[in-house]
């Protein structure tokens, strides 16, 4: 299994309050990506990050921000927490990207944030 | 622009039963890898299988079995003689160059005793 942690794994949390979900990896994986899980949805993308300090936005970065001044650690954060942000956010990391070549994507155990 | 059906909400079966997750993909790239992941009750999301754009041949994995038909746009996942610990989410995802993922928005199996 890849070395994958997330933490906190469970947060419960009030509208408005900032919220930051931590993703620790030990493979040095050179991609790292943050996703959030509801119903209906799938997995879709909030942000990826494809080396320190390099991030992008995903399909719904709106509300996110994203931080990465180490390899192993992605922060995600809420700067303002709204109920609709309640959800399953996973962490994923691959290593090689290009032209050409796309890896497979490993999985963190999750976090499930709920906003009052 | 990339999009990943899976059309099945959700499946029951009986015990030993076999099940085929159907998975239709869009892409105009013609380099691109489909994957299937498998979510059981416990949340975690277990990578199974990656197949790239230019190998067509299907795979077997024990009860496992992938069909691939770029003819189609179809990758679908059959479990042979299903058992209880297969009741899981199963999501299909494709990806193109440069590492962006596309997921379906899964099908719930279960399988009943």
């Known amino acids: 299994d890849a070395g994958i942690t997330q933490s906190p794994r469970h947060k419960v949390t009030e509208t408005g309050t900032p919220v930051t979900l931590r993703c620790h990896q030990t493979e040095n994986h050179r991609y790292m990506y943050w996703y959030r899980q509801d119903p209906g949805h799938g997995l879709r993308l909030i942000h990826y990050s494809y080396g320190v300090k390099d991030t992008d936005k995903g399909e719904v970065s709106d509300g996110y921000s994203v931080s990465r001044s180490k390899t192993e650690d992605f922060l995600l954060t809420l700067e303002s927490a709204t109920s609709s942000q309640t959800s399953v956010y996973f962490c994923?990391?691959?290593?090689?990207?290009?032209?050409?070549?796309?890896?497979?994507?490993?999985f963190g155990p999750g976090t499930r944030l709920t906003v009052l | 622009a990339q999009k990943v059906t899976q059309a099945q909400t959700e499946i029951s079966v009986v015990e030993k039963e076999d099940v085929t997750l159907d998975c239709v993909y869009e892409t105009r790239d013609t380099t691109y890898y489909l994957f299937w992941y498998k979510q059981p009750p416990s949340g975690e999301l277990v990578f199974l299988i990656r197949?790239?754009?230019?190998?067509?041949q299907n795979e077997i994995s024990g009860r496992y079995s992938w069909n691939f038909q770029k003819s189609t746009s179809s990758f679908n996942f059959t479990i042979t003689a299903s058992q209880v610990v297969d009741s899981a989410v199963y999501f299909c995802a494709l990806s193109v160059p440069g590492n962006q993922f596309y997921f379906g928005t899964g099908t719930s199996l279960t399988v009943i005793p």
């Open positions: 994923a990391i691959s290593d090689i990207a290009g032209v050409r070549v796309s890896d497979t994507q490993y």
């Open positions: 197949r790239n754009s230019f190998d067509e």
